[in-house]
């Protein structure tokens, strides 16, 4: 920000922004509240008014100094719309989603084959894509709000619209129309993604997870013996809400009592009455419309974690959590970075007519098979449905919406598995080579691992001390890094299978890794 | 070294003085001669015949036998829902809620169904009293009837129980293990305290073979979930603090149930015992020692469950048989090397507890703690601390 004019740019753009939030509010109405005060004199109103806000507001100013951090995100997972607008260069909308023309083309054509499946399955069964309830349904929804899993819709026609399976296709089947196709050219991969985006060698990667080498001590595996010094440190910690120390902190891995408190202040969430009073509002946009949606939600909450011996006492969570998100239009907000488009829908009769048409659901995703395991984790965290609500909002509009679109992003699903690739490579050659000569590609099982952020395939505990460093890094290139080194530390077992259905009976169960020391292992150790 | 799994009647013929049998010296049995001491629902009692009274154990009566007392108590907490269970049956068969006396009533008449029971009425149960009044006390007609946890703590809105595996390889001096693989057992239906749902047994009822007819059980999982996982829930949603107290409060009602017994049952040193302990946690996460199993279901629902009870047996097998060849006696002092533990953990060793406070003396002079040591340097604590 060395050029003058930027930095005004961006601090109206800043300003702008504040004049919404509600810490301005906050402190106009104390401002006015100092006015009104005896003692404050007319010639020195600004500097009285100054110094009184200051002295009575102290600890409120402190307090949002999380809230402040919003702004101060690193610019490539959070250009919210506090981004300026820029005068120069001009940079045309879809490129700031996604540069590469060749890759914008296959996330467009993705969509359309989703959407074509959607309304095929709507035709089919003869269901619109959203319905009013009539009023005694709402009712009835509403009295069971907290257990809606009992009596869900009929689902036995539904079907997930994709799987993680039929999305690895489509990007194996992308080409950079740059390079000539055949195998002899100049970029070989052995891998079968063929999109030449950059990733990080291990080196750069040992360096960006230094603080999660061997020598440091980490939550969760060296925690046994207890220091007490450390727990006066903790509650500095803690009491200083601060996002970025709360990050630096949780890079060795949060402490299970703590993690709630340090998730949220990572994530900026602070649920206030206004957030309470949005998700009512969502509530009742769920009780007055039945969206097709919502089934497919259902049907992705019973496939999955209902029958997972570790989350299906969350299943009515899920529902409170899922149905409200898929109506919530803040969400709309993440396609600003997202190289995908919400899908649009015409209502009846006006198909193809701007004017008429609509973003379908309302929040623009939609949900594939096991997009609930992206929140049954966070119910090990939070009680309340309307915190799991925004935390789980947040941590989807800033990581997991990366990992079913396609884009040349370097924390992108093509990149993390492009990632994945290189690294088993370079690292474990004889098992690849040997993986690929049975006719088991890696990432043909690795990818659903990645997708859905290894939520369902570990046990619990694991997830979230893998999640951890999502959020402490900043950054999901720790996914395909545990990916490797799963892969590594099952290799003797994987050098003696034959085919690819017995390399995926040797990585089916994965519940009993510890996932720190293996990707300590495979990130430290060689 | 032997080792025998038998069943309840077997275990009779063996210690009984007319089959003439001993175990040998090298021969290990899955019972004490006496298990049922702490096991049947109306022998969790001391030496002197009453129940075993602990602030843990939710308050008990024999029906019809303690009858008088029983109405005295209803009498100062009308309020007050109670559980019906008939003695000596397992797996819910014949329980009971009663809060109203009518109820009581209703269910002498049709009492051989099967029945769990709340009572909050005095007039069912006086009624259903004159009916089976005086009738002798046979096992078979006895019912206990307890204070009902009416307040217990939900998860997802479900009401659960835990089961937890406990290991006793000797009573005097009593040395016994906590298994890490428990498991909580939850209800399908969305727990209700209202009156109505009382008789709703899949709101009230943890037992799997409760649950199981109930259509929205589900075999996949069979509604068990670790204890590891529920740890890792408490935690996270209310902190490590009072997560750990409960677990210790667990583990000390344990070894005080098991010592409150101890003197009864007749410690014999061919014979372990791997008891079923059943608490219900409440709202104010205060465990509740509801019942012990001397013969816990070794069937399993789910394929996780199978692999579970699996390793319990191995390393079950591993504590009582010591590993060590010369040990291959009876005799040997049943202190297993720490690594052989698996996934048990150590409660209690009263014999390791006494030395420890002998040298305590030693070194402190009278008055020193048995419990709540850290000291790392000794080889094998006494407790789990």
């Known amino acids: 920000m060395t050029d003058p004019n930027l930095s005004k740019i961006f601090m109206q753009t800043l300003i702008e922004d504040l004049k919404s939030s509600k810490i301005y509010t906050d402190l106009q109405n104390a401002a006015q509240i100092e006015i009104t005060k005896p003692g404050v004199r007319l010639s020195e109103l600004k500097k009285g008014v100054q110094a009184g806000l200051i002295h009575s507001y102290e600890t409120k100013v402190t307090i949002p100094s999380n809230t402040t951090r919003t702004y101060q995100r690193t610019p490539s997972l959070s250009q919210k719309s506090s981004e300026p607008k820029l005068q120069y260069p001009v940079t045309p909308p879809e490129h700031a989603k996604e540069p590469l023309l060749y890759l914008r083309k296959a996330q467009h054509a993705w969509e359309k084959r989703i959407l074509k499946s959607l309304n095929s399955m709507c035709t089919e069964l003869n269901i619109p894509l959203a319905r009013k309830r009539p009023e005694k349904e709402q009712k009835e929804m509403n009295s069971k709000w907290t257990e809606l899993g009992v009596e869900g819709p009929d689902l036995t026609q539904i079907r997930p619209v994709y799987a993680p399976k039929d999305f690895l296709e489509v990007i194996v089947g992308i080409q950079n129309p740059n390079y000539h196709g055949d195998n002899n050219g100049f970029f070989p991969l052995w891998g079968i993604v063929q999109v030449p985006v950059k990733v990080k060698s291990i080196n750069l990667l040992r360096l960006q997870y230094s603080e999660m080498a061997i020598n440091q001590c980490q939550s969760g595996i060296d925690d046994s013996t207890d220091i007490p010094s450390e727990l006066f440190d903790l509650d500095r910690i803690v009491n200083a809400n601060h996002g970025p120390v709360a990050q630096e902190f949780s890079k060795k891995g949060c402490p299970s009592g703590l993690r709630a408190t340090l998730w949220a202040q990572m994530l900026c969430v602070e649920v206030d009455d206004v957030d309470k009073l949005y998700y009512e509002q969502l509530k009742t946009s769920v009780l007055n419309h039945d969206l097709l949606v919502d089934s497919l939600l259902y049907k992705d909450v019973k496939l999955t974690a209902t029958n997972d011996d570790q989350y299906f006492v969350f299943e009515d969570f899920l529902y409170q959590v899922l149905l409200p998100f898929s109506r919530d239009t803040f969400v709309l907000n993440h396609f600003s970075q997202n190289s995908a488009t919400p899908p649009k829908s015409y209502i009846r009769g006006k198909l193809g007519v701007e004017e008429f048409s609509v973003l379908y659901p309302p929040n623009g995703v939609i949900p594939f098979h096991g997009f609930a395991m992206y929140v049954a984790p966070l119910c090990y965290l939070y009680n309340d449905p309307v915190i799991l609500y925004y935390v789980f909002r947040e941590i989807y509009t800033r990581y997991f919406y990366r990992l079913h679109s396609i884009s040349s992003h370097h924390q992108g699903i093509v990149a993390l598995s492009l990632l994945f690739e290189v690294l088993l490579q370079t690292h474990e050659p004889e098992l690849f080579f040997h993986l690929k000569t049975v006719g088991c590609q890696p990432l043909k099982i690795a990818f659903k691992w990645l997708v859905r952020a290894f939520s369902g395939y570990l046990s619990s505990d694991q997830v979230l001390l893998l999640w951890d460093r999502i959020l402490a890094y900043n950054s999901l290139e720790i996914l395909p890094v545990l990916a490797v080194a799963i892969f590594s530390f099952r290799k003797t077992n994987l050098l003696k299978v034959q085919s690819y259905n017995a390399a995926e009976a040797v990585l089916a169960d994965l519940t009993t890794l510890q996932v720190i020391p293996l990707i300590q292992l495979s990130l430290f150790s060689k | ?385």
């Not at chain 2, 068969?93 to 009581?104: C, E, P």
């Not at chain 2, 006086?126 to 019912?143: A, E, G, I, L, V």
């Not at chain 2, 829930?233 to 149930?257: A, Y």
Request: glycine share 6%; proline share 4%.
């Open chain 2, 1 to 385: 070294m032997d080792w025998i799994w038998a069943g309840v009647q077997s275990i009779r013929n063996v210690f009984s003085i007319d089959s003439g049998y001993r175990l040998t010296d090298d021969q290990v049995i899955n019972h004490f001669p006496n298990h049922v001491e702490l096991t049947r629902k109306d022998l969790m009692k001391d030496e002197n015949g009453r129940f075993i009274h602990l602030d843990f154990i939710p308050l008990t009566f024999m029906l019809p036998a303690d009858y008088n007392l029983f109405v005295e108590e209803f009498r100062k907490n009308p309020n007050t829902t109670w559980i019906m269970k008939p003695c000596g049956k397992a797996r819910g068969i014949g329980i009971f809620l009663v809060n109203k006396l009518s109820q009581l009533k209703k269910w002498s008449r049709d009492t051989r169904g099967i029945g769990i029971f709340l009572v909050n009425k005095l007039s069912q149960l006086r009624k259903w009293s004159q009916k089976t009044n005086f009738t002798p006390p046979t096992s078979k007609d006895t019912y206990v009837i307890s204070k009902y946890i009416d307040n217990p703590l939900l998860i997802g809105g479900k009401k659960f129980d835990l089961r937890l595996y406990v290991l006793v390889t000797s009573f005097r001096p009593l040395k016994c293990y906590m298994y890490r693989l428990g498991f909580a057992r939850f209800c399908t239906v969305k727990y209700n305290a209202s009156v109505n749902e009382l008789d709703n047994m899949f709101v009230h009822l943890t037992n799997v073979s409760i649950q199981k007819q109930g259509e929205d059980y589900n075999a996949v999982h069979g509604g068990k979930w670790t204890v590891q996982n529920m740890r890792l829930f408490l935690e996270g949603t209310r902190g490590k603090e009072v997560t750990d107290k409960l677990f210790d409060e667990i583990n000390w009602q344990t070894v005080h149930s098991l010592k409150a017994v101890s003197g009864n049952i007749s410690n014999d040193r061919h014979c372990f015992e791997c008891y079923g302990y059943d608490y219900i946690v409440d709202d104010n996460l205060k465990p509740w020692l509801i019942e012990v199993n001397a013969s816990p279901s070794l069937t399993s629902t789910t394929s996780s469950d199978r692999i579970m009870k699996y390793r319990l047996m191995n390393d079950l097998i591993n504590i009582v048989i010591p590993l060590v060849r010369c040990l291959s006696d009876v005799r040997w002092n049943k202190i297993p090397q720490k690594e052989h533990l698996g996934y048990f953990d150590l409660l209690f060793d009263e014999e390791l507890a006494q030395q420890d406070a002998l040298n305590m003396d030693k070194k402190l002079g009278p008055g020193g703690m048995v419990r709540g040591r850290k000291d790392g340097s000794r080889p094998s604590p006494a407790t789990w601390k």
